[in-house]
Nanobody, 125 residues
Framework: QLQLVESGGGLVQPGGSLRLSCAASGVTLDWWPIAWFRQAPGKEREGVVCINSRDGVTYYLNSVKDRFAISRDDAKTTVYLQMNNLQPEDTAVYYC??????????????????WGQGTQVTVSS
């Protein structure tokens, strides 16, 4: 099973930026459907961004469009989530996930089989 490890979370003031990393072991991620999810206390998990290069589609949660961006490194073993203009409502544990079986712009957590351990993002003044 694909192993994923997130890093890069932390405490940031409103309007600040963070870059989360999701490193995969033993496989390149260039064609894998990859997603970032988040879960805030007392709220359901939600898909933040889901990219499927194999099918040529990317989904962004409306509230993060124009602020968050997903990218990969040249070696295709790490996926990044650049988060700009962070707001208190972005506070959550962020998880990366992957699954070869996901098609199209599917961004449902239940369909992703490999998950990282999560990294906390706190936006507060």
């Amino acid at each position: 099973q694909l192993q994923l490890v997130e890093s890069g979370g932390g405490l940031v003031q409103p309007g600040g930026s963070l870059r989360l990393s999701c490193a995969a072991s033993g496989v390149t991620l260039d064609w894998w459907p990859i997603a970032w999810f988040r879960q805030a206390p007392g709220k359901e998990r939600e898909g933040v961004v889901c990219i499927n290069s194999r099918d040529g589609v990317t989904y962004y949660l409306n509230s993060v469009k124009d602020r968050f961006a997903i990218s990969r490194d040249d070696a295709k073993t790490t996926v990044y989530l650049q988060m700009n203009n962070l707001q208190p409502e972005d506070t959550a544990v962020y998880y990366c996930a992957a699954d070869w079986g996901v098609y199209g712009s599917n961004c449902q957590g239940a369909d992703f089989g490999s998950w990282g351990q999560g990294t906390q993002v706190t936006v507060s003044s």
